[in-house]
């Protein structure tokens, strides 16, 4: 199974909806997918709403153990968060997250959506994750946390050596504004290795669909049409990032 952790210490990037996504995505592709909520605040397990439930992420970091998850090709399972997930550095979390996550089985993929702060929950998914991936939005209190996403990773990978930094993903991209074309601009110079060359806009379609809880290809307007086929494009980048192209 490839875990995938989306990630960043700044809210309201759209870390919610880049995970949601993908494990529709997957899901569409014939993929099994365990959906992981760290986020205290219940934004995937409230867009996941329609999945069925595998556990609770509450339960593994108290205990360390995951739950025990069977899947069908194409399902989506949640493990869905509590308003008691605590944020923490306390070393013992972090050792239970790592070992929870490390034993979770069952499916081709899990994605594991995370708060915005890097607290030992999230660590501790990291140091039992295949990749990592960072939305960020394109204004300048968001970029500020650019550099705390590189250090994380740089202090995980020291530990947990085979993670691999897939980037950082432009993220509720507002094309229309000159300020956030050039700041786009201005990323892609400074961290040319690390940007993404795809970006998710910022469409009342991605709103809709973590609202109903699903694919944004099933939102029936123009600007679902728009998003589904922006995210496609990103969605087919990924697979290949990860190994899973044609």
Same mark, same amino acid.
């Given at each position: 199974?490839?875990?995938?952790?989306?990630?960043?210490?700044?809210?309201?990037? %759209?870390?919610?909806?880049? #995970? &949601?996504?993908? +494990?529709?995505?997957? #899901?569409? @592709?014939?993929? &099994?997918?365990? @959906?992981?909520?760290?986020?205290?605040?219940?934004?995937?397990? &409230?867009?996941?709403? $329609?999945?069925?439930?595998?556990?609770?992420?509450?339960?593994?970091?108290?205990?360390?153990?995951?739950?025990?998850?069977?899947?069908?090709?194409?399902?989506?399972?949640?493990?869905?968060?509590?308003?008691? *997930?605590?944020?923490? =550095?306390?070393?013992?979390?972090?050792?239970?997250?790592?070992? +929870?996550?490390?034993? *979770?089985?069952?499916?081709?993929?899990?994605?594991?959506?995370?708060?915005? =702060?890097?607290?030992?929950?999230? !660590? %501790?998914?990291?140091?039992? #994750?295949?990749?990592?991936?960072?939305?960020?939005?394109?204004?300048?209190?968001?970029?500020?946390?650019?550099?705390?996403?590189?250090?994380?990773?740089?202090?995980?990978?020291?530990?947990?050596?085979?993670?691999?930094? *897939?980037?950082? *993903?432009?993220?509720?991209?507002?094309?229309?504004?000159?300020?956030?074309?050039? =700041?786009?601009?201005?990323?892609?110079?400074? !961290?040319?290795?690390?940007?993404?060359?795809?970006?998710?806009?910022?469409?009342?379609? !991605?709103?809709?669909?973590?609202?109903? %809880?699903?694919?944004?290809?099933?939102? #029936?307007? +123009?600007? $679902?049409?728009?998003?589904?086929?922006?995210?496609?494009?990103?969605?087919?980048?990924?697979?290949?990032?990860?190994?899973? $192209?044609?």
């Amino acid at each position: 199974m490839k875990k995938i952790v989306v990630v960043n210490n700044k809210g309201g990037v %759209g870390k919610t909806t880049v #995970a &949601s996504q993908l +494990a529709f995505h997957l #899901a569409e @592709a014939g993929h &099994s997918v365990i @959906a992981v909520d760290l986020d205290g605040q219940k934004n995937l397990t &409230s867009v996941m709403h $329609g999945q069925r439930i595998g556990g609770q992420t509450l339960h593994m970091i108290e205990t360390g153990e995951a739950p025990s998850i069977e899947l069908q090709p194409g399902e989506i399972v949640l493990v869905e968060s509590s308003d008691e *997930l605590p944020v923490s =550095t306390d070393d013992a979390i972090l050792q239970r997250s790592a070992q +929870a996550i490390a034993e *979770l089985d069952g499916a081709d993929f899990c994605i594991i959506d995370t708060p915005p =702060t890097f607290s030992a929950t999230v !660590y %501790g998914a990291l140091l039992s #994750a295949d990749f990592m991936i960072s939305p960020i939005e394109l204004k300048k209190f968001s970029l500020d946390g650019i550099e705390a996403v590189l250090k994380a990773f740089v202090q995980v990978q020291e530990i947990n050596e085979h993670i691999q930094f *897939l980037g950082l *993903l432009p993220s509720r991209f507002d094309a229309v504004k000159q300020s956030e074309r050039d =700041t786009l601009q201005m990323v892609a110079e400074s !961290y040319a290795n690390l940007i993404i060359p795809h970006a998710i806009r910022n469409r009342i379609a !991605y709103e809709a669909a973590s609202a109903e %809880g699903m694919h944004v290809r099933e939102v #029936a307007t +123009a600007s $679902g049409k728009e998003a589904a086929a922006e995210f496609k494009a990103f969605f087919q980048w990924f697979m290949t990032a990860i190994g899973e $192209g044609n």
